[in-house]
């Protein structure tokens, strides 16, 4: 598993898939003005800001397939080991049984040892692009934006991956759009 945090100038920004996290670090690596390092979940006391953007749990989850789907398409091989490439029904088969990165839990990837929720600002991922300034002097870079011709079934298991979700959609539903602080 990869380090969750990345601290430019006593902000710490986390680092989930699907939700952000490939912008953030393209963005931060290359503004070469700051020094940039990455933390796990209890490496981060120290730091005063610490912010996530969380996606809304079922559309990063059709994030996830377009995704994958396209990096097999575009001749990915490592992308079959990681997931089923067919059908959307097949993915979502996957989904329910198997973890991964970048469909499990989004507030358990930002959960320390002891259980304790490690963000002191919680943005809807949708904000980022309003957002971001507030943090950062860089220009964002949207990344890894997925393509969305590829066909799903918004109703197929709806009921357990809403299931599935459930810690992220009570969070995303009572996540509010806050101006931040300074």
């Given at each position: ?70 990096q ?11 997931c ?8 979502i ?9 970048h ?21 809807k991922?949708e ?17 890894n934006?997925a ?36």
């Open positions: 598993m990869s380090k969750t945090w990345i601290v430019q100038n006593n902000v710490a920004f986390a680092l989930i898939p699907k939700s952000g996290s490939s912008s953030i670090k393209s963005t931060l690596y290359n503004h070469t003005d700051h020094y940039v390092r990455y933390h796990w979940n209890d490496e981060i006391d120290h730091v005063d800001t610490r912010v996530m953007f969380l996606r809304e749990p079922i559309n990063r989850i059709h994030s996830a397939y377009r995704f994958f789907k396209n097999h398409e575009l001749g990915c091989k490592h992308v079959g080991n990681w089923p490439t067919g059908t959307f029904e097949q993915f088969d996957h989904v329910l049984q198997q973890p991964n990165p469909w499990d839990s989004q507030v358990k990837q930002v959960t320390d040892k002891h259980g304790l929720y490690v963000p002191t600002i919680t943005h991922f904000d980022i692009g309003e957002m971001w300034s507030h943090y950062s002097d860089a220009t964002l870079n949207h990344k934006a393509p969305t011709h590829y066909d799903i079934d918004a109703e197929y298991r709806i009921e357990e991956l809403l299931a599935h979700t459930e810690d992220d959609m009570l969070l995303w539903n009572n996540c509010t759009y806050v101006t931040p602080r300074g």
